[in-house]
């Protein structure tokens, strides 16, 4: 078969997938990729399945990979011995049994994106991306170096790929603005790593002017090569559920690549006859950072650009989103909705749902506490099969945990605190603490 794609603009003008371009030349608008889906159409949804079952997480590289498993649907463009992958995808669907029936669901499920190579979702974008490039260079294009501007996770990506391709990475980061754990992936892996007196939205304007030497090729999510491998989220949770699709999906949103991939994945499946029906989608930003939340109260009517206030979901802390426009369309499709979480909520639901066996990072923690806005105001019922996308693993922000466990004077203290007891090395002692908290644990088995 002869799978293809390109991209292509909101007004029809194309570049193939191997041209080093971020926006139309005629109308300057970003650039999606197309799929020939007429050639997709003559396999059948019964034949795409089989095929995507058969793949999973098997060795044969790189189609063991939760993307590449579904590189027909992804980027076909690529030949195979140019893939960069490093067995993205193919995380667990956590069934939150018991966090769920806390809050009186009976089918709540995490997508837990952050066990992944570099701990966050942002693996299964950047496998397909500096693949094109491995690709591109190949073909023998010019391509020096690959960057990026980022809140700490695409840059952990980033350097990981380019590093495993032998490709220089340069990295700008906000200063001070990102967690020890996450600056020292791309110091790790060789990357030339650029620390700036700005925020995000300050790192993303420079690395769009630099841009513009086609020879530093822009890894950020407005290249849409990366939503292209993020899409496959949205197929491998249906094929999770055996090709059922869930009632609910709740999803932070920062520069709101991820939900705009997210409904361009089960927009994919839908018109290739894989599901009859679509989700609904919510996406959950901090209070502190919530341009599309203002845009929502509007009916989406008018969206302005905000200067993000500092939050401890820093992957998320954007006041400028580049796939705005792309993410308000997908919403639109599938009756959704928008709603936010403060840093009280954000943490509280992090450190709740911790207490059932998740160690969840902030972002998640932002998704957790509109899931239980919504219980509340009864817009998801008690038996809709919900999931929520946890983005990060919570490994790469201790200090967030650490912050919430640690009681500081004056301050209120956290609903699900937990503090390490010091005491001397002796049995008594020892016995008297357990017996002690085995006798408070009918107090906190409510939480
Ligand atoms: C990047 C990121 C997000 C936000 O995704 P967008 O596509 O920017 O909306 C959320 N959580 C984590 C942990 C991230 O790294
Ligand atoms: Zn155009």
Known sequence: MNYNAWFECDLGCTYPLTEIIYRCKNCDGLLKVKHDLDVLKQRSADDWKTLFENRYMSTKYPYGSGVWGKKELVCPNIDDENVISMCEGGTNLFWADRYGSQLGLSDLWIKQCGNSHTGSFKDLGMTVLVSMVNQIMSDSGNIKAVMCASTGDTSASLAAYASAAGIPAIILLPKEKVTREQLIQPIANGALTLSLETDFDGCM?????????KEFYLANSINSLRIEGQKTISIEI??????EVPDWIIIPGGNLGNVSALGLGFLMMYELGIIDRLPRIACAQAQRANPLYRSYQ??????????AQSTQATAIQIGNPVSIQRAIRVLKKFDGIVDQATETELADAAARADRTGLFNCPHTGVALAVLT??????????DDRVIVISTANGLKFPDFKVAYHNVTAGEPTPQFLNTPIELEAEYENVLKQIDKHLANRVIYSKL
Do not use: C, H, Y
């Open 205 to 213: 304007a420079i690395v769009q002017k630099l841009a513009a030497r």
């Open 298 to 307: 509007t009916g989406f009517t008018e969206f302005k650009a905000i200067t």
């Open 373 to 382: 806005k919504m219980v509340e105001r009864k817009q998801i019922k008690s």
């Open 238 to 243: 249906v094929q999770q559920f055996d090709w």
